[in-house]
């Protein structure tokens, strides 16, 4: 059982192709390329934290239900997410049949010996971050002009070939 971040899909978000220059002729080529990207790495018994933006609409039950995994979802009103979030209901779950888990819009995740500290957004500082703990963040998309904060790692869509990330992959980022 792997864990995984993501952020930043935007499915049905036909606008982000051209504002994050994706590489995908319409919104519903980019959704169903996303979604079997999902499926391909993430198994039914994984864990998926998603950091934000998952669809700009009303509709995420529908998107969720194609998606496998658990998936836990930073639940922030000031993302992309703000319109669906308002309509979520604790019986929606994920392909693999696993119920949708709504987390506060700040976490600290613990996976020994590591510890990750979840944001939509990126920050300049976070739950221990003077002990190590690895800030994971999405939002900013594939923009270079962020500045670069040691133990940051943006694990949204436009920066890791559309694909989740997992915890190994970035603990092996790290240490190169």
């Known amino acids: ?28 080529i980019m959704d169903s390329d996303m979604i079997a990207r999902w499926n391909y790495k993430v ?14 609409g009303e509709s995420a039950e529908w998107y969720l239900s194609r998606l496998n995994g ?12 703000r319109k669906w979030l308002k309509l979520y209901r604790n019986t929606w779950t994920s392909k693999s049949g696993h119920p949708i888990e709504l987390l506060p819009p700040i976490y600290t995740l613990e996976i020994e010996p590591y ?4 944001s939509h957004f990126p920050m300049w500082s976070w739950d221990r971050k003077i002990y190590g703990a690895i800030h994971l963040y999405g939002h900013v998309h594939n923009n270079p002009g962020q500045l670069y904060l040691p ?3 943006n694990v949204g869509v436009d920066v890791n070939d559309f694909f989740p990330v997992s915890s190994d992959e970035i603990v092996l980022s790290l240490a190169s």
């Open 1 to 28: 059982m792997a864990i995984l971040f993501s952020a930043d899909h935007h499915l049905g978000h036909g606008k982000i192709i051209e504002y994050s220059k994706r590489p995908y002729l319409s919104a519903a």
């Open 151 to 153: 133990r940051s790692i």
């Open 43 to 56: 198994r039914n018994n994984d864990t998926v934290y998603y950091l934000g933006d998952l669809t700009l």
């Open 115 to 118: 510890v990750f500290a979840l």
């Open 70 to 81: 658990y998936i836990k979802i930073l639940a922030l009103d000031q993302h992309h997410d």
